[in-house]
């Protein structure tokens, strides 16, 4: 079948049942615009109900790792186009809106350890006994909400960081001065998603509608990530990333 189950039995199967197919997809047990198992043949193979598998796929949807197609099967979103952005201007959107008179506040919702993920480990590079830190933040424009961030860190920076210097800033210009070194540059990939349940009602807006996700990996002066995570859209906001003397301009109309 090409999935293994995971051997935890304390994990939930639903969760069980992600990180098994997630981890299929990254070591190409499973490429790009291939079929899944039917959700019987997943039910049998983790020894689960089939609405346990329904459950565990939704969630890998919302994530945008895999598509369901009506009557055909599941099957692995084809690979994302991704860029590696240089840019000298860190928080540009934040300053952008400040220069314009527009005021921009974030709320903490969530700043604590969390359970070590494969993509998250993998991400910043951490080994076994390194602990990860979850960070999400709502960040509004003139009140209203804009975008939610989510983001994970090591133990280290995590312990330069706290609640009430994220409430006040933009995290890139906020790690330079807690790490007192430049950052380097951002790896950006950007696309279009559906949010889960719970972004959607922090962004107060319904579940079927579409978001901009970005998710982006912020590296240090040498080279070595600092922060992985996504940043949630309302549809209507654009995001601009220069390069050199272009610009390239990602955005969904209303």
């Not at 598998?53 to 197609?69: D, K, M, N, P, Y």
């Not at 001065?177 to 889960?196: F, M, Q």
């Not at 990996?217 to 070595?224: H, M």
Request: with cysteine.
């Amino acid at each position: 079948m090409g999935i293994g189950p995971s051997e935890n039995s304390r994990i939930p199967v639903y969760l069980r049942i992600q990180s098994a197919i997630r981890e299929a997809i990254e070591n190409g047990s499973y490429k790009p615009g291939s079929k899944l198992p039917s959700e019987p043949d997943l039910s049998r193979h983790f020894s689960t109900t089939r609405a346990t598998v329904t459950h565990a796929l939704q969630a890998l949807v919302f994530e945008g790792l895999i598509e369901r197609r009506q009557g055909i099967g599941t099957f692995v979103v084809p690979s994302s186009v991704c860029t590696d952005v240089d840019t000298n201007m860190l928080g540009y959107f934040e300053r952008d809106m400040q220069r314009r008179g527009q005021v921009i506040t974030y709320d903490v919702l969530q700043f604590q350890q969390a359970p070590k993920t494969p993509v998250a480990a993998r991400k910043l590079r951490l080994s076994d006994d390194d602990p990860l830190y979850y960070i999400v933040r709502l960040r509004r424009l003139q009140g209203k909400p804009l975008a939610v961030e989510e983001r994970y860190v090591s133990s280290l920076t995590a312990a330069c960081l706290t609640k009430e210097m994220l409430t006040t800033s933009p995290v890139q210009p906020l790690l330079e001065r807690v790490l007192g070194k430049p950052l380097s540059h951002i790896a950006n990939v950007v696309r279009a998603a559906l949010p889960t349940p719970a972004i959607a009602a922090i962004l107060d807006i319904p579940e079927e509608e579409p978001v901009l996700l970005r998710e982006h990996t912020i590296f240090n002066d040498k080279r070595n990530p600092v922060l992985w995570g996504k940043t949630y859209y309302r549809k209507e906001y654009q995001i601009e990333y220069s390069t050199g003397d272009s610009i390239v301009q990602t955005f969904l109309h209303k």
